[in-house]
């Protein structure tokens, strides 16, 4: 190889190397005509299987003679890109799709399947968890429970936080519900259904409870039969004894507004019921307190009670020919004003007493 200082023979030719790849300046070569390409690199310590080379923007293998060249006979440096992504050898899952998409269209865990809770809601017991049976109750916002394992958390106080609205017995309203033929024997998850309809209570059909019986029924078998009363049992029964079962957000809101409204009511109730128990009391104690004041002011003899004993006088009993205030002297001593204290009786108790 000689460089651009020697003098160009017709068995050679002038090359441009470009080495923009490597942040290098171009080099300005003269070589051989016979020579191979891959030989302009003998001066850069790259190994082969790191780079390529190209000649107005088309790969140029390096066995090719530089002869071959274009008549601009510039060549260019290429880098190979680093495979594994990291240059540790790892694979990115760019060689296959199905391994990058199996990782997005795989069922995460953590994340519920909405048929599946729906489901357990119209199946299982709200607390335990466990399959709905008889004795089954709801809460006054449409939830259902299996009775014995929610009285065992009221009495134990061990209620979740999110059932803190249930605070005792009368917030449990008995439900029947009416059982799918042979479905328990046959061990199915879905075991009850509507009497009139037959719709399956799995969450996919509305339903109501009627709270004055008990009784769960579709909400289709109410609008189709139009009555006032129970279609199992024929009792009667108001608008607002229609509770829906699991109903949505909006129903449950409404339900809870009707709750607290149920329980102010009865908490009026009772204070004022308390109120006029208070009321008498106070007027009992108010009669005793007078009373004892009465007592209080007879003894003390003040203004508007019996008047105590007269003061004992002795004018107002002496004889009938006696003079009063004679009579009086003998039984008291001498008048303070009648007495003139003079220096030879000063020492006297006459008079000081």
């Given at each position: 190889?000689a460089?651009?200082?020697?003098?160009?023979?017709?068995?050679?030719?002038?090359v441009?190397?470009r080495?923009?790849?490597?942040?290098?300046?171009?080099?300005?070569l003269?070589?051989?005509?016979?020579?191979?390409?891959?030989?302009?690199?003998?001066?850069?310590?790259?190994?082969?299987?790191?780079?390529?080379?190209t000649?107005d923007?088309?790969?140029?293998?390096?066995?090719?003679?530089?002869?071959?060249?274009?008549?601009?006979?510039s060549?260019q440096?290429?880098l190979?890109?680093?495979?594994?992504?990291?240059?540790?050898?790892?694979?990115t899952?760019a060689?296959?799709r199905?391994c990058?998409?199996?990782?997005?269209l795989?069922?995460k865990?953590?994340?519920?399947?909405?048929?599946?809770a729906?489901?357990?809601?119209?199946?299982?017991?709200?607390l335990?968890?466990?399959?709905?049976?008889?004795?089954?109750?709801?809460?006054?916002?449409?939830?259902?429970?299996?009775?014995?394992?929610l009285?065992?958390a009221?009495?134990?106080?061990?209620?979740?936080?999110a059932?803190?609205?249930?605070?005792?017995?009368?917030d449990?309203?008995?439900?029947?519900?009416?059982?799918?033929?042979?479905a328990?024997?046959a061990g199915?998850?879905v075991?009850?259904?509507?009497?009139?309809?037959?719709?399956?209570?799995?969450?996919?059909?509305q339903?109501?409870?009627?709270?004055?019986c008990?009784?769960v029924?579709?909400?289709?078998?109410l609008?189709?039969?139009?009555?006032?009363?129970?279609l199992?049992c024929?009792?009667?029964?108001?608008?607002a004894?229609?509770?829906?079962?699991?109903?949505?957000e909006?129903?449950?809101?409404?339900?809870?507004?009707?709750?607290?409204?149920?329980?102010?009511?009865v908490?009026?109730?009772?204070?004022?019921?308390v109120?006029?128990g208070?009321?008498?009391?106070?007027?009992?104690a108010?009669?005793?307190?007078?009373?004892?004041?009465?007592a209080?002011?007879?003894?003390n003899?003040?203004?508007g009670?019996?008047?105590?004993?007269?003061?004992?006088?002795?004018?107002?009993?002496?004889?009938?020919?006696?003079?009063?205030?004679v009579?009086a002297?003998?039984f008291?001593?001498?008048?303070?004003?009648?007495?003139?204290?003079?220096?030879?009786?000063?020492?006297?108790?006459?008079?000081?007493?």
């Amino acid at each position: 190889m000689a460089s651009s200082a020697q003098p160009a023979s017709g068995a050679s030719r002038a090359v441009v190397l470009r080495l923009d790849d490597l942040a290098l300046p171009p080099r300005y070569l003269t070589v051989p005509s016979h020579l191979p390409v891959s030989d302009l690199l003998v001066s850069l310590p790259l190994p082969s299987s790191s780079y390529y080379l190209t000649a107005d923007g088309r790969p140029l293998p390096g066995s090719s003679p530089v002869s071959a060249l274009p008549p601009s006979a510039s060549v260019q440096l290429r880098l190979r890109a680093l495979r594994g992504g990291g240059g540790d050898g790892g694979a990115t899952g760019a060689e296959s799709r199905d391994c990058y998409l199996s990782m997005y269209l795989a069922k995460k865990p953590d994340k519920a399947d909405p048929n599946e809770a729906r489901l357990s809601r119209f199946t299982c017991c709200a607390l335990s968890g466990e399959p709905l049976a008889a004795p089954a109750v709801a809460d006054r916002l449409g939830n259902l429970y299996n009775k014995e394992p929610l009285v065992e958390a009221l009495l134990h106080k061990r209620l979740p936080k999110a059932l803190s609205h249930i605070r005792g017995l009368r917030d449990m309203i008995p439900i029947h519900l009416h059982p799918r033929p042979d479905a328990e024997a046959a061990g199915e998850e879905v075991r009850f259904q509507c009497p009139i309809t037959g719709h399956e209570f799995n969450g996919k059909y509305q339903f109501l409870a009627l709270r004055g019986c008990g009784h769960v029924l579709s909400v289709k078998a109410l609008k189709e039969v139009k009555s006032s009363a129970c279609l199992v049992c024929h009792k009667e029964f108001d608008e607002a004894d229609k509770m829906p079962i699991n109903g949505t957000e909006e129903e449950v809101a409404v339900l809870r507004k009707r709750m607290e409204e149920e329980r102010g009511k009865v908490k009026e109730k009772k204070e004022k019921k308390v109120g006029n128990g208070l009321s008498g009391n106070k007027h009992a104690a108010a009669t005793v307190a007078a009373a004892a004041a009465g007592a209080d002011k007879l003894e003390n003899g003040k203004k508007g009670e019996a008047a105590s004993a007269k003061r004992f006088k002795a004018a107002d009993h002496a004889p009938a020919h006696a003079n009063k205030e004679v009579y009086a002297s003998i039984f008291t001593s001498s008048r303070k004003s009648d007495f003139k204290e003079t220096y030879s009786c000063r020492s006297l108790p006459l008079g000081r007493n």
